[in-house]
């Protein structure tokens, strides 16, 4: 049962264009949402996150936008640049004081 | 100091070996999790400390052994594992416990091989 789903298992986009990453989830429960990205051989490293009270949240080239109705979300990177490059993964957090990931989406910025 | 570092980086050991990954944060974090990573997979959580006590445990089988010995320092004791048990270890830190915004900040991992 995976409550936290990113379908697009890679990106391929070109630099200097908005890449849009998205994720769905099943538990209308969770309290944030976060997006972490991941280098290979490191942990992975925060990004930006949302409340479940508000739709959207900027920060840089970074936003993140929030559909309740639709149990979606999104990561807009603009423009992308190429240290872009990495697994994108999108995670709830619960109220029970867990984080629970998406598979990840790995982005291409081509040059 | 902004990270949360983990020691040893990369490890191999036998079935029959005990050994102990070791974790340290001093950004006065009060949450310490372990995550078990494996290859182009999400992480996936095992162990929560909050306020240096053991509040989640997620099935994992007991030959993974976790310790919070202070505020700064999570250990996980190994012993009698298998080779399915290869993968990364992820520790992690956050501010609270609970609701927290700014999500965790993760250590780089060990990465752990069985032989």
């Known amino acids: 049962d995976q409550q936290v789903k990113q379908n697009s298992p890679s990106l391929s986009v070109q630099e200097g264009r908005i890449s849009i990453l998205n994720c769905d989830y099943t538990?209308?429960?969770?309290?944030?949402f976060l997006w972490y990205k991941k280098y290979p051989a490191e942990g992975p490293t925060f990004l930006i996150s949302?409340?479940?009270?508000?739709d959207k949240n900027e920060d840089g080239r970074f936003t993140v936008f929030l559909n309740k109705s639709a149990k979606h979300l999104s990561l807009h990177i603009v423009p992308s640049q190429p240290g872009d490059s990495a697994v994108y993964f999108c995670a709830a957090e619960n109220r029970d004081d867990k984080i629970i990931f998406g598979k990840g989406t790995r982005l291409h910025i081509l040059p | 100091d902004t990270e949360v570092t983990q020691t040893p980086k990369h490890l191999v050991m036998g079935m029959t070996n005990k050994k102990s990954l070791k974790c340290e944060q001093h950004?006065?974090?009060?949450?310490m999790y372990w995550y078990k990573q494996k290859a182009k997979k999400p992480p996936e959580l095992m162990f929560v400390y909050s306020y240096e006590k053991l509040s989640i445990n997620e099935s994992v089988p007991s030959r993974f052994s976790p310790e919070c010995p202070n505020s700064s320092l999570l250990n996980l004791h190994l012993h009698a594992l298998q080779p399915e048990d290869s993968a990364l270890y992820l520790c992690?830190?956050?501010?609270?416990?609970?609701?927290?915004?700014?999500?965790?900040?993760f250590g780089s991992g060990t990465r752990l091989t069985v032989v």
């Open positions: 950004m006065g974090h009060r949450a």
């Open positions: 992690a830190s956050s501010q609270a416990p609970l609701g927290t915004a700014y999500g965790y900040t």
């Open positions: 949302i409340s479940s009270i508000k």
């Open positions: 538990n209308s429960m969770f309290d944030y």
